[in-house]
Nanobody
Framework: QLQLVESGGGLVQPGGSLRLSCAAS????????IGWFRQAPGKEREGISC????????NYADSVQGRFTISRDNAKSTVYLQMNNLKPEDTGVYYC???????????????????WGQGTQVTVSS
């Protein structure tokens, strides 16, 4: 079993930055690939970034490429999402998710990863 808790969301102006954290508790965090997903109001949940168990492989959606950076610290059982140059269209609830499969956490949230956090709200507005 793995429990995931996101934090770091909030209200930020366009062009600003936030760093989200996904803290895991439970066993064998280092064996799980982690993905970040977001869900904007009225839209489906979408995958935006993912990272392999060791951190050696990362992927980004085109919409965040060059602005967001994913990283992980297995010693702290935590994954981070550094978000720079935020835009209003980045607004949404951000979720982290864990799965043994890199394909699943880098996918479109279907099939769903094994474990999800509760989400953290990010609002980009002036």
């Amino acid at each position: 079993q793995l429990q995931l808790v996101e934090s770091g969301g909030g209200l930020v102006q366009p062009g600003g930055s936030l760093r989200l954290s996904c803290a895991a508790s439970g066993s064998n965090f280092e064996f799980y690939n982690i993905g970040w997903f977001r869900q904007a109001p009225g839209k489906e949940r979408e995958g935006i970034s993912c990272i392999s168990t060791s951190g050696g492989k990362t992927n980004y959606a085109d919409s965040v490429q060059g602005r967001f950076t994913i990283s992980r610290d297995n010693a702290k059982s935590t994954v981070y999402l550094q978000m720079n140059n935020l835009k209003p269209e980045d607004t949404g609830v951000y979720y982290c998710a864990a799965d043994p499969s890199m394909t699943v956490v880098c996918g479109p949230a279907s099939p769903p990863p094994d474990y999800w956090g509760q989400g953290t709200q990010v609002t980009v507005s002036s």
